[in-house]
């Protein structure tokens, strides 16, 4: 059987043990209390921040795929009806129909699968994560640069570092420090039609696509250059700007110019 020590990295379990930091997550992630009406817990772990979310949320589901701590979860809540804690894999979970909100911390080495979970689900509203902060600092520009990601979900999705964790404060301590990343879906979307979407995808795509060494190279395959250096001008770039510097309002620019 394998020791918990070894689980825990099987599991890429990071158990936060600080009250104040789960305190303010829960605040991020159910600013008002019992709103959002519904909170989904991703890795509900030991329940340090299930606690204060239910506190401040009128119905929590928390996610935990241990089945060692499945029951100690669900006896420490037992009193608390409108908390269900859920066996199982959160990945392997269907959305909930009506908004909700989703907070937890994340297992480093599955991040990428519940972003995208949560970029997907039609109802959520928000997502407040404790991630690896490299990752959250790559996905808000936090370097100076934006990733391929960022930009294409922008126009849904807005993306926010708020704050920074250190690693002492899980057991056991991973090798880095974590980062509270906000993804918060716009109540109006920056680009509304559908066509606007697909040539939005279709430019971004293009211009991360590498092809011709430089975006304005890139762009340049798909519109002609007198277009290109016109679009340029408009979003205030310079053309050799590397495309991961290009912040996602000047995306904005170059697509306004080059599919209007």
């Known amino acids: ?15 936060l043990t600080d009250r104040a930091t789960a305190d303010h997550v829960a605040r991020l992630a159910a600013p008002d209390r019992g709103r959002p009406p519904l909170v989904v817990e991703v890795g509900a772990g030991k329940g340090a921040l299930t606690e204060p979310l239910a506190r401040r949320s009128r119905e929590l589901h928390a996610h935990e795929i241990d089945p060692r701590l499945v029951p100690i979860l669900r006896a420490r809540f037992a009193r608390s009806p409108h908390v269900r804690v859920v066996a199982g894999d959160f990945l392997a979970s269907r959305p909930p129909r009506a908004p909700f909100s989703v907070a937890g911390n994340v297992p ?11 970029l997907t689900a039609p109802a959520l509203t928000d997502a407040t994560l404790l991630t690896q902060l490299e990752y959250a600092r790559k996905r808000t520009g936090d370097y100076g640069r934006w990733s391929l990601l960022t930009v294409l979900s922008w126009p849904r999705h807005e993306w926010r570092l708020v704050g920074r964790v250190g690693r002492h404060r899980f057991r056991p301590a991973p090798r880095v420090d974590a980062g509270i990343l906000r993804i918060e879906r716009r109540r109006t979307p920056l680009l509304t039609e559908a066509a606007a979407r697909r040539t939005w995808a279709d430019l971004v795509e293009l211009g991360f696509s590498g092809v011709g060494g430089s975006l304005h190279a890139s762009l340049r395959r798909a519109h002609p250059r007198r277009r290109v250096d016109a679009a340029f001008r408009a979003a205030r770039l310079d053309p050799g700007v590397l495309v991961g510097e290009v912040a996602p309002g000047r995306w904005l620019r170059l697509h306004e110019e080059l599919a209007g």
């Open 1 to 15: 059987m394998a020791r918990p020590t070894q689980r825990a990295r099987t599991l890429s379990q990071n158990f």
């Open 108 to 118: 480093f080495s599955r991040t990428a699968g519940i972003v995208d979970w949560c």
